[in-house]
T-cell receptor, first 111, second 116 residues
Framework: EAQVTQNPRYLITVTGKKLTVTCSQN?????MSWYRQDPGLGLRQIYY???????DKGDVPEGYKVSRKEKRNFPLILESPSPNQTSLYFC??????????FGNGTRLTVT | AQKITQTQPGMFVQEKEAVTLDCTYD???????LFWYKQPSSGEMIFLIY??????QNATEGRYSLNFQKARKSANLVISASQLGDSAMYFC?????????????FGTGTSLTVIP
């Protein structure tokens, strides 16, 4: 089944403790991206990647890192999480043609 | 300026009636794409419909249609014959590849409640 898989679905952590949210897609898509969703703000793009080793900042990249060493994987790294990064995170991928395929989301709480 | 504006935070519709969810966009690009997604309470993002800026006809997918008015820069979603399962958050989104590369912009969403 074609899908974008994010893990974990839920994560509670403490301020400053490095974490990684994994994202993998099995559709051989070149384009992958990360979003955060906050009430009243919709979804905002954090980073995106056009291909292996090619990444670029979205609208809200501060406090996040990404890497694209393999085509299928696009992990999101929070080196030193802070409470304002508490949010619902989505990974997405695309072949370049619509639509954008989303993972099921990761609900992150930073205390 | 907001790239995507959804002015209706919440909407109610009677079951079996049609409903229009508003979306306006801002772009200087000639080539862009407009999307609608549905997010039920379970949280996943479900793709509904796509309209390319050069598409001459309004997009339709089953009970969903996109009322595309290019001059007004609006891309309203019309849901016909509403069902209880249509109750969800709906997001309008845009991609403008020539101006901002591959950034996707989403609106703040409209929460739709279908009343039995």
């Amino acid at each position: 089944e074609a899908q974008v898989t994010q893990n974990p679905r839920y994560l509670i952590t403490v301020t400053g403790k490095k974490l990684t949210v994994t994202c993998s897609q099995n559709m051989n898509h070149e384009y992958m991206s990360w979003y955060r969703q906050d009430p009243g703000l919709g979804l905002r793009q954090i980073y995106y990647s056009m291909n292996v080793e090619v990444t670029d900042k979205g609208d809200v990249p501060e406090g996040y890192k990404v890497s694209r060493k393999e085509k299928r994987n696009f992990p999101l790294i929070l080196e030193s999480p802070s409470p304002n990064q508490t949010s619902l995170y989505f990974c997405a991928s695309s072949s370049g043609r619509p639509p954008l395929h989303f993972g099921n989301g990761t609900r992150l709480t930073v205390t | 300026a907001q790239k995507i504006t959804q002015t209706q935070p919440g909407m109610f519709v009677q079951e079996k009636e049609a409903v229009t969810l508003d979306c306006t966009y801002d772009t200087s690009d000639q080539s862009y794409g407009l999307f609608w997604y549905k997010q039920p309470s379970s949280g996943e993002m479900i793709f509904l419909i796509y309209q390319g800026s050069y598409d001459e006809q309004n997009a339709t997918e089953g009970r969903y249609s996109l009322n595309f008015q290019k001059a007004r820069k609006s891309a309203n979603l019309v849901i016909s014959a509403s069902q209880l399962g249509d109750s969800a958050m709906y997001f309008c989104a845009m991609r403008e590849p020539l101006v901002t590369g591959n950034q996707f912009y989403f609106g703040t969403g409209t929460s739709l409640t279908v009343i039995p």
